[in-house]
């Protein structure tokens, strides 16, 4: 079974930047798209960004130009580089496989305060 860690979250400046870290167990890691997706208080879970086993990358409209994701296989793991925060960006941020198929990890809460 696959083991999803998520870290890397905190408390930033709107405008701030942070870098989250997803560290998967397993050997199949390298042959999933894996996606980042975020949770806001009272609202649904939802994708921010998904990359092929390739490295091909997909936004949702609201981080393109601010958020990139990169894997690094040898390592199974996958990151989230967010840049201009925004206030709206704050939630539990965690990481899957896209689509989703794992139990999902703990996430790392992301605060952007204005």
């Known amino acids: 079974q696959v083991q999803l860690v998520e870290s890397g979250g905190g408390l930033v400046q709107a405008g701030g930047s942070l870098r989250l870290s997803c560290a998967a167990s397993?050997?199949?890691?390298?042959?999933?798209?894996m996606g980042w997706y975020r949770q806001a208080p009272g609202k649904q879970r939802e994708l921010v960004a998904f990359?092929?086993?390739?490295?091909?990358?997909n936004y949702a409209g609201a981080v393109t130009g601010r958020f990139t994701i990169s894997r690094d296989n040898a390592k199974n793991t996958v990151y989230l580089q967010m840049n201009s925060l925004k206030s709206e960006d704050t939630a539990v941020y965690y990481c899957?496989?896209?689509?989703?198929?794992?139990?999902w990890g703990q996430g790392t809460q992301v605060t952007v305060s204005s």
């Open positions: 899957n496989s896209w689509p989703s198929e794992y139990v």
């Open positions: 397993g050997s199949s890691f390298s042959i999933k798209a």
């Open positions: 990359i092929s086993s390739v490295g091909r990358t």
